[in-house]
């Protein structure tokens, strides 16, 4: 499940909408929907996040916060690390080999330190 995926499902959830009918009023079919709530289909576009922002009637801060976990919920992420360090190219393998293993605390650590790491340099 991606970020996106697994908000969008709490929303639905929290209004007792059931996936059919949020997928009537969208325009999607309901296949579709939960394929993007597991996790199975990609990054929806900007007018399929505006339609779910508008089917929730979200205020501005909520709108935001969909646009941002649509955007950092790619399902299938591949890294490139051709021209990169030996270092680079071990840190993405053990955590391609690893990622199923990890506890969710662990994950929120690493990324919290991933960040950290990152914070100045560029926008994660």
């Avoid at 059919?20 to 993007?36: F, H, P, T």
């Avoid at 969909?66 to 990169?84: I, M």
């Avoid at 990622?99 to 330190?113: D, H, S, T, Y």
Wanted: net charge neutral; proline share 4%.
């Amino acid at each position: 499940m991606t970020p996106f995926g697994e908000r969008i499902r709490e929303l639905r959830l929290e209004r007792g909408v059931r996936q059919k009918d949020m997928a009537a009023s969208i325009g999607v079919s309901a296949a579709y929907l939960s394929a993007l709530e597991h996790g199975h289909r990609g990054v929806p576009s900007w007018p399929m996040i505006q339609k779910i922002i508008g089917y929730f009637n979200v205020i501005w801060d909520d709108a935001e916060e969909l646009q941002k976990l649509a955007e950092g919920s790619h399902p299938r992420v591949v890294v490139d690390t051709s021209g990169l360090s030996p270092a680079a190219t071990e840190l993405a393998n053990t955590l391609a080999a690893a990622i199923g293993e990890l506890e969710e605390a662990e994950l929120v650590v690493l990324n919290l330190q991933l960040r950290k790491a990152l914070a100045g340099k560029k926008k994660v």
